[in-house]
């Protein structure tokens, strides 16, 4: 009995595995092969065994439909001798490209890794991620084999009453957009509505470490105009954190002012523009404008700020600051740009407006020079908050942008313009008086005078969020060209499809990296932008060498004895 039942399952294992398509499967080791090779991020074993089972899935597909294709156009079929040699060469290729990607997949995590001074790994875990990207492949591969025998299903009924042809495109049509509509509206949908919640419970959480404000003057204390509540868990890292006024005065050496932080969180009563009239009021309660620096900053997706941004403009101008931020979202960047990017456009907008018209009717000589920063989905939010057809009149003084993501029009325009024989990652923008890029290393001193407006984006070529494209999918990149960035590795190549795939797993993981590449900015490319972009006084090159160390060891410098300040220095040098 026991032998007739193995009998069965070894007869039934080989049925299942003769229904494979051998183009399929051939197209999915190709893929497979080239979702090993390196990418702009490193890759723990669990997100590549994903990834390369979404390679693998994809690729049988793409196989079995140029199969498909070809049947479907009737074009000639080889001979059985043809064809058997045929699949015996492509077996020994395939096997080849399999045994090299799998013996160089270590060599190839590496090359990214000491990029970006990361410890080189000694294995990749080549079976844990292999049996992992065989599940996944495998579910993957069922789903798309029952939509196929549905469809197939559907051309038979079809046909009693029309062309073969017709009858085989119609079905394919209607198997595809049920496909669409499944995942577009109940995975997507019900992922986007589990994640919301998720992160909508991890912004209810209250870290004991911050209390509410005692100053009567702080944003959130309780004459505060801005619930303490409702501000959220990001809101209150942002109003409990940042330097003091002491802080300031023992690292600099000079008298310094608290420095004013106002946020409005999500869970505040109204909408945006309710939200940002609230924001507007507390800045004046505060004596805001009063203030020599006022920036309006959007934050990322799940409403946070960079501190790395925030604390270090504060002591470039030892405190004379003010920054204003208004949450828009719970969830992370990455999924918020896939979902609803505009959220950050409607809020960054609404809040712009509020303080940009009061800023206007105050006289020039008595109010803060006004910026705007954004990070991330900050950046994409805020770029065109201060339109300059607009603001041509009365213009902000400038703006600094760091990983703007890639749907970021202002950015892929001025981009896409960029001087002749500049790279994609690093470019130079007509005579660069109004806009400069910078990265790891300083770029913005080029010796050419700036205008009257300065903005700096800061950008890593390494950063998933910024070179992420559907058109990876068909279309290799320019940051892809020679010269390629300094944290981009050189085994780095462009597959159709596979790449697309590659750099949309990084996106998730694009702050897993050190400070200094993906999208994870550094406090001295901070200091270098904002140093460009607001001229703060008193700063010699010694003294910004000893800023940029205190953001690097920041558990060393708590006593610091103070810098020699040289008052006739204004900019780095």
């Known amino acids: 009995m026991m032998h007739r039942v193995a009998i069965k399952i070894r007869s039934l294992m080989r049925s299942y595995l003769r229904s494979f398509s051998f183009t399929g499967l051939v197209f999915a080791t190709l893929f497979f092969c080239g979702s090993i090779t390196p990418s702009l991020l490193p890759r723990p074993y669990i997100v590549q065994g994903i990834l390369s089972g979404f390679s693998l899935a994809i690729g049988y597909v793409v196989g079995v439909l140029a199969t498909w294709g070809w049947a479907f156009l009737e074009l000639p079929q080889p001979g059985p001798a043809l064809a058997r040699r045929s699949k015996q060469v492509c077996v020994g290729l395939a096997a080849i490209v399999f045994a090299l990607s799998i013996w160089y997949a270590t060599e190839w995590q590496n090359s990214v890794r000491v990029l970006m001074e990361m410890p080189p790994l000694e294995s990749t875990a080549r079976f844990r991620f292999f049996v992992i990207a065989i599940l996944v492949a495998f579910v993957l591969v069922s789903i798309a084999r029952w939509m196929i025998r549905l469809g197939a299903f559907l051309s038979k009924l079809l046909q009693r009453y029309l062309p073969?042809?017709?009858?085989?495109?119609?079905?394919?049509?209607?198997?595809?957009?049920?496909?669409?509509?499944?995942?577009?509206g109940v995975i997507a949908r019900g992922s986007l509505k589990a994640a919301d919640r998720f992160f909508l419970q991890a912004d209810l959480l209250i870290d004991d470490g911050i209390e509410q404000p005692a100053l009567?003057?702080?944003?959130?204390?309780?004459?505060?105009?801005v619930d303490w509540e409702a501000i959220g868990r990001r809101g209150k890292d942002f109003i409990g954190g940042g330097p003091k006024a002491d802080e300031i005065e023992r690292l600099t050496g000079q008298p310094s002012k608290r420095p004013i932080r106002v946020y409005v969180g999500m869970r505040t009563d109204g909408d945006d523009q309710a939200r940002a009239t609230l924001a507007l009021e507390e800045l004046k309660r505060e004596g805001a404008f009063d203030r020599k620096v006022l920036i309006v900053a959007t934050p990322t997706g799940t409403g946070w700020l960079d501190e790395s941004a925030v604390d270090t403009v504060e002591y470039l101008h030892r405190g004379d600051t003010a920054i204003v931020s208004m949450q828009y979202s719970y969830l992370p960047s990455w999924i918020t740009i896939l979902v609803d990017p505009s959220r950050s456009k409607r809020s960054a907008s609404a809040l712009f407006d509020q303080v940009y018209a009061y800023w206007?009717?105050?006289?020039?000589?008595?109010?803060?020079?006004?910026?705007?920063?954004?990070?991330?989905?900050?950046?994409?939010g805020?770029?065109?908050?201060?339109?300059?057809?607009?603001?041509f009149q009365d213009p902000i003084q400038g703006a600094v942008w760091s990983g703007p993501p890639f749907p970021s029009r202002q950015w892929a325009s001025i981009v896409n313009s960029r001087n002749a024989g500049t790279p994609v990652w690093l470019p130079t923008f007509r005579d660069e008086s109004m806009v400069r890029f910078t990265a790891q290393q300083n770029m913005l001193q080029t010796g050419k005078p700036w205008g009257p407006i300065r903005n700096v984006y800061i950008q890593h070529a390494s950063d998933p969020m910024v070179w992420f494209s559907p058109s990876l999918a068909w279309h290799q990149p320019q940051w892809l060209s020679a010269p390629r960035g300094p944290d981009v590795s050189p085994g780095l190549r462009w597959y159709p499809i596979v790449t697309f795939l590659q750099i949309a797993?990084?996106?998730?993981?694009?702050?897993?990296?050190?400070?200094?590449?993906?999208?994870?900015?550094?406090?001295?490319?901070?200091?270098?932008?904002?140093?460009?972009?607001?001229?703060?006084?008193?700063?010699s090159q010694t003294d910004l060498d000893r800023l940029r160390e205190h953001f690097a060891n920041p558990a060393d410098q708590a006593e610091l004895p103070a810098l020699d300040v040289d008052p006739e220095s204004t900019e780095s040098r």
């Open 505 to 539: 797993f990084d996106l998730p993981m694009a702050t897993s990296v050190p400070l200094g590449y993906g999208h994870n900015y550094s406090p001295s490319s901070y200091i270098d932008a904002w140093i460009a972009v607001t001229q703060p006084d008193g700063w």
């Open 164 to 184: 073969r042809r017709i009858a085989v495109s119609i079905s394919t049509l209607c198997v595809l957009v049920l496909g669409l509509m499944i995942g577009n």
């Open 382 to 391: 805020c770029e065109d908050a201060a339109d300059l057809m607009e603001t």
């Open 216 to 225: 009567a003057l702080a944003c959130g204390s309780e004459e505060s105009l």
């Open 360 to 380: 206007t009717t105050l006289p020039k000589d008595e109010r803060p020079r006004l910026y705007l920063f954004g990070l991330s989905l900050g950046a994409f």
